[in-house]
């Protein structure tokens, strides 16, 4: 790393004011604080002492994404040599569901990082480490099927629309990668919903007589319940053994990267914990209910299906768009989880309520923040009050 650190410093100079190249400073200050922390002290305004800064806690989440990430490959494999009716080994499977994601990862951070430079070179401002998190997070949740370029248009939209227009990094009110799910949603809902979308399928490949591509919350909305439990066992959906979106199915995994960003301290698990409250509540009110197979899913099964257990962790505890106060954190979790299975059970049109219940509640976190700071006030004034009417 000294070599590294010699040549950084070397050719510093060209990229400073002055420089020849000093017209690149953002891109160059970007790759400079990548692989070293920056030498840099605020100068003015509140001096605050963390050792965790920005990169550190993308890098953190980057961390905690990848034995999802990993077993997402592996089951995008797994899937589809079980719909052709081949068996094969493990490292077949892996390195099938690999090159498989790879393709789309890549296409999400060139688009993505490429937007991002642009806009730092324009503004001349720095270039920040948050869409490590977000290029990550798209191909993350979204279908093995989706064709590369919805995932590039889909990635240019939330970095401009849900990002760069509010003034980028840490300005943002929702998001973006939601945004990105979102736009294809509505956009392209073909590509997004469907029996043939959540496993892939060579293009000489047919899939074998009676497989089914969809997903548990799928077989669930068509009121076919008990397709779920003849085609999955419980064990099949707490590791992750399911069709679903790249990132999405494994519990067990997502539940390794919950446990790693809470010791860390990089996330809120108040905010985690309301929305499985929530959520759990939410499921047993409809269970008492029972007016249809829907509302009969088991409370706890909410969390296994469709991407509320990746949600929870990984987008609804976004720092950005989430509630800031520590009673408005869990309000906002609360309100998350009971938006999410009220959209699963009442209104089967958006099977996955997760990704619309995040983004509303993203919308609402600054209105429950003021509320709860209003509550605060109103409370120490009348405690101020009560003080001097006793004196």
């Known amino acids: ?65 990848i034995p999802a990430l990993l077993f997402g490959m592996y089951n995008v494999g797994y899937q589809h040599f079980l719909a052709i009716g081949e068996i094969a080994d493990f490292w077949k499977t892996f390195f099938y569901g690999f090159l498989a994601v790879l393709p789309s990862v890549i296409i999400s951070y060139v688009v993505g990082l490429t937007i991002e430079f642009y806009f730092a070179q324009k503004r001349r401002h720095e270039i920040s480490e948050g869409f490590l998190v977000t290029g990550l997070l798209i191909p993350m949740i979204l279908p093995i099927n989706v064709p590369l370029w919805m995932i590039a248009l889909a990635t240019a939209f939330a970095v401009f629309v849900g990002k760069e227009i509010f003034g980028g990094t840490g300005m943002n009110i929702i998001n973006p990668a939601l945004l990105a799910r979102a736009f294809l949603f509505f956009a392209y809902p073909l590509k997004m919903s469907g029996d043939d979308v959540w496993v892939r399928i060579g293009k000489h490949h047919q899939a074998i007589d009676g497989f089914s591509g969809a997903t548990p919350l799928g077989e669930a909305l068509n009121d076919n319940i008990a397709a779920i439990h003849d085609t999955w066992s419980i064990s099949d959906m707490v590791l992750g053994f399911i069709p679903g979106s790249v990132g999405e199915t494994s519990f067990v995994a997502i539940l390794l990267g919950a446990i790693f960003l809470l010791i860390t301290g990089i996330v809120s698990w108040k ?13 047993l009110i409809f269970n008492l209910v029972g007016a249809n197979d829907v509302m009969l899913i088991p409370a706890w099964e909410h969390f296994l299906i469709g991407g509320f257990a990746f949600g929870a962790v990984f987008m609804a505890t976004d720092p950005v768009t989430s509630a800031q106060t520590e009673t408005g954190k869990y309000i906002y979790g609360a309100l998350i989880g009971i938006l999410c299975v009220l959209m699963r059970v009442i209104n089967p049109a958006y099977p996955e309520g997760m990704m619309l219940a995040i ?13 709860v700071v209003q509550s605060n006030i109103r409370k120490r004034v009348k405690r101020a009050k009560d003080v001097m009417v006793k004196i």
């Open 1 to 65: 790393m000294k070599g590294i650190r010699n040549f950084v410093d070397k050719i510093k100079p060209n990229f400073e004011k002055g420089g020849k190249f000093s017209f690149l400073w953002s891109v160059f200050d970007g790759f400079e604080t990548f692989l070293f922390v920056p030498n840099t002290v605020t100068k003015s305004g509140c001096h605050i002492r963390d050792a965790i800064d920005m990169k550190r806690g993308m890098i953190t989440v980057v961390i905690a994404l």
């Open 271 to 283: 905010i985690m914990l309301s929305i499985f409250a929530g959520g759990y509540l939410m499921g």
């Open 359 to 371: 983004l509303l509640m993203n919308v609402f976190a600054p209105l429950i923040d003021y509320l």
